[in-house]
């Protein structure tokens, strides 16, 4: 091995989609490419949402797709002691304060947003006193104070990407009300101690990846590189969703071998020169960041 460790982390509330399979295959592509090891985990936070017959169909489907994995991690559903521990390095620092602004205040029209239409938090109980907390009759989620200062990363496929948290994010909520930890500080965590050191996902995470950084910076985590890939659009335009049945495994495995689904997605996605059929090890061979497409790409000949 080449001490490159990849990674593909879905979450099992429903059968894949060609925008989870483009994701995972650029991923592998990218590790085996190096001789590196691929990881596959679980992100079943959500224990409302996902099922383990799921995670079953999202690993067997992969197996179909040659994308096989070397290890798989134990699922984040297992792991809130880990998560608690983290959150209480970061209590310890005192960079956590209560939150109790509701979802309407934050997503509100006289909130602070960005160009994306993404809120800004605006601090509003950074600074409450203990008689106000004291007051509070809901339960608060819990956010960590950033800094105000810059985070960037050289993306292998957006570029140079820089943010600066307290102007563009403000504190974030690391977890929520119910006890649970948020995304953000779970998948720090696992990455880390996983030893995974290239991060490749949809283009819609790169904002969230100064977040990472910073709370790689703060548990004393290396920082992974990064790697985004472009969204994937039904033909009307829309962004792929696990509603999108006529787009999912179940459906596209009853039109199309493996290797013809993964080469007509590298042709799309301009890693490959023609639609022909391709399988997963050939694509480790040829594959290059520098091929990748930046853009959103329509799946118009599926």
């Not at 290797?259 to 490959?272: I, N, P, V």
Request: proline content about 5%; charged content about 25%; overall charge neutral.
């Amino acid at each position: 091995m080449s001490g490159c460790v990849g990674r593909f982390a879905p979450t099992p509330s429903g059968r894949m989609h060609l925008g989870n399979v483009f994701a995972a295959m650029v991923a592998w592509a990218s590790a085996k490419s190096k001789g590196g090891e691929f990881v596959l985990r679980m992100e079943d936070l959500d224990t409302l949402r996902t099922r383990e017959e799921y995670a079953s169909a999202i690993r067997e489907d992969l197996r179909w797709l040659g994308l096989t994995w070397d290890r798989e991690t134990e699922p984040q559903s297992r792991r809130s002691a880990v998560y608690d521990r983290y959150w209480e390095l970061l209590r310890e620092q005192g960079l956590l304060y209560p939150c109790y602004c509701t979802r309407s205040a934050l997503h509100s029209v006289n909130a602070p947003h960005r160009d994306d239409g993404t809120y800004i938090y605006p601090g509003t109980c950074r600074s409450l006193t203990d008689a106000e907390r004291a007051a509070m009759t809901r339960p608060p989620a819990w956010r960590v104070r950033v800094p105000d200062r810059e985070f960037s990363l050289d993306d292998w496929n957006y570029g140079h990407y820089r943010q600066n948290l307290a102007h563009e994010c403000g504190d974030f909520v690391v977890r929520r009300a119910d006890g649970v930890s948020v995304y953000q500080l779970a998948v720090v965590v696992d990455d880390a101690e996983a030893g995974v050191t290239e991060v490749v996902r949809g283009v819609d995470l790169l904002g969230s990846a100064p977040w990472q950084m910073y709370l790689q910076e703060l548990f004393g985590f290396p920082h992974p590189h990064y790697g985004h890939v472009p969204l994937l659009t039904a033909p009307d335009g829309r962004r792929l969703s696990k509603r999108d049945a006529s787009l999912d495994l179940a459906t596209l495995r009853r039109h199309y071998t493996a290797e013809q689904l993964l080469g007509r997605m590298c042709y799309l996605s301009g890693l490959t020169d023609c639609p022909g059929a391709i399988s997963a090890a050939e694509l480790a061979v040829e594959f290059s960041w520098k091929k990748l497409k930046s853009e959103d790409i329509c799946l118009k000949i599926f």
